[in-house]
């Protein structure tokens, strides 16, 4: 499922993205707020495509790979996952490599995902969860009208923070 936008191409992962995926996700400044056993190597940079692409399969999440459309290396990553048993809710995840940061790269990606959960999945709400000291994230989800969720605790992390967008005015399914 491949979506464009100005500058970028969201596009499936595969196999040969294994060195990109490896560099993304072992990335120290990536990782800085997020809790996750880093890839060491090509392997298990494999292995986490072939995870991705099972649950893309089966359902569980919709996962694209963000490029700059002059370039065929990834940059970053976006998906919908963590749907509700209703399919009415989904959590958005991001990360994009330091070099790309406060392009408004992420922005440019996050706008072209929302309207996709909204306007083809349906979803009545997405939902984020991002770390109390990630300062661009938590500006991200603002500037895109998240609102936090004061109180709400993503269990087992108590240094994360949840913010929710639910579907915009108009959009509501009939």
């Given at each position: ?43 298990d ?50 990360e ?17 995902v ?27 989800l ?19 923070i ?13």
């Amino acid at each position: 499922m491949k979506l464009e936008t100005t500058r970028l191409i969201l596009k499936g992962i595969n196999e040969n993205n294994t060195e990109d995926i490896l560099k993304i996700r072992s990335n120290p400044e990536v990782n800085k707020f997020v809790k996750r056993v880093s890839p060491k190597t090509n392997y298990d940079a494999l292995q986490f495509i072939l995870t991705i692409k099972q649950r893309v399969q089966n359902n569980q999440t919709v996962y694209w790979g963000i490029s700059l459309k002059d370039q065929p290396n990834l940059i970053g990553t976006i998906c919908l996952w963590n749907f509700s048993e209703n399919r009415k809710t989904a959590e958005v995840g991001y990360e994009l490599l330091p070099e790309y940061h406060r392009q408004g790269i992420m922005s440019e990606a996050l706008k072209a995902v929302l309207n996709f959960g909204f306007d083809e999945l349906h979803l009545q709400e997405i939902v984020a969860i991002t770390n109390t000291f990630n300062e661009n994230s938590k500006g991200l989800l603002i500037k895109h009208d998240f609102i936090l969720l004061e109180g709400k605790k993503d269990e087992g992390f108590p240094d994360n923070i949840i913010f929710s967008l639910k579907r915009p005015p108009g959009n509501e399914e009939i």
